[in-house]
């Protein structure tokens, strides 16, 4: 498999984008393929925000910030309550214990934010599979009982055999996310989350470039804005939709003025073809 993530997940929006210009910062263009939209992306310091996010979580792990995200801290969490009831449903349904692999997820981002939570559990198993410096991090800085770091599926799977996935704002910076998706599908999880993901309101795929503002970090990268009815036809030849919900209903994607999509979630149970 290829290297699951060739990015750090960027960040999506901070409080409606208001650190952002948006005649400057948000998306941009509608390119015929990744490739294009690449050539025109500047893209990004790596290790910069590797270590932006390192430090800003480190400080959440150590008492002295309550909440990161995007690798700024905040004194106050915000929940997303949608995917926290989804979090909580799979536990339900699993005897109040949560075996998850996290897509995708940074050096533990959601896990930190949900934490409060996650604590009341009977037992929690929180996996993440991320690009391979980010797992030597997280290994170094934050890996304990619970939080355990790879570098790719297979491995999370044979350590932990987590019953869900979340994919939680990751899958529309891959260049293939729909082979993506079709790999995940094949692995057979019991659940799927999907959340923080931007779909369409035309329907159709489009690629972008987000232009992220400095006072974050410097990047910009290509963005899918994926059609939600192509994405689910994928899922629903082995899934069943749980519960849909808007992600961030506040927030809506412009470009040039125009609503163009907005961010969706879902969670999905395999089928049972007993």
């Not at 349904?93 to 997820?105: T, Y």
């Not at 489009?206 to 192509?230: F, G, H």
């Not at 927030?251 to 961010?263: C, E, H, L, T």
Request: a negative charge; proline letters at 3%.
């Amino acid at each position: 498999m290829k290297t699951i993530l060739k990015k750090i997940v960027p960040p999506l929006f901070i409080d409606g984008l208001k650190l952002m210009k948006r005649e400057q910062y948000g998306w941009f263009g509608d390119f015929q393929n990744w490739i294009d939209a690449e050539k025109e992306s500047t893209g990004y310091n790596q290790t910069e925000i590797l270590e932006k996010v390192k430090s800003s979580l480190l400080k959440v792990k150590n008492g002295e910030a309550v909440y990161e995200r995007d690798s700024v801290v905040f004194d106050e969490v915000e929940y997303f309550w949608t995917l926290l009831s989804t979090l909580m449903f799979v536990a339900a349904k699993s005897k109040g214990h949560l075996n998850l692999l996290d897509f995708g997820g940074s050096l533990g981002s959601t896990y930190y934010q949900n934490k409060k939570f996650l604590d009341e559990l009977s037992k929690v198993s929180w996996g993440i599979v991320e690009q391979k410096h980010f797992v030597e991090i997280g290994k170094e800085s934050f890996e304990n009982d619970v939080l355990v770091f790879h570098d790719n599926i297979t491995a999370c799977k044979k350590a932990k055999n987590p019953n869900v996935i979340l994919l939680s704002g990751v899958i529309q910076y891959l260049e293939e996310p729909y082979k993506m998706l079709e790999n995940i599908i094949a692995q057979d999880f019991e659940f799927i989350i999907f959340d923080l993901t931007p779909f369409t309101v035309s329907d159709n795929d489009r690629i972008t470039i987000q232009k992220v503002s400095p006072e974050i970090y410097e990047a910009n990268y290509p963005c899918w804005l994926l059609s939600y009815s192509k994405f689910m036809e994928s899922l629903l030849k082995k899934y069943e939709v749980i519960e849909e919900f808007q992600s961030m209903k506040d927030f809506k994607i412009s470009i040039k003025n125009k609503f163009v999509a907005d961010y969706r979630g879902a969670l999905l149970k395999r089928k049972n073809n007993d």
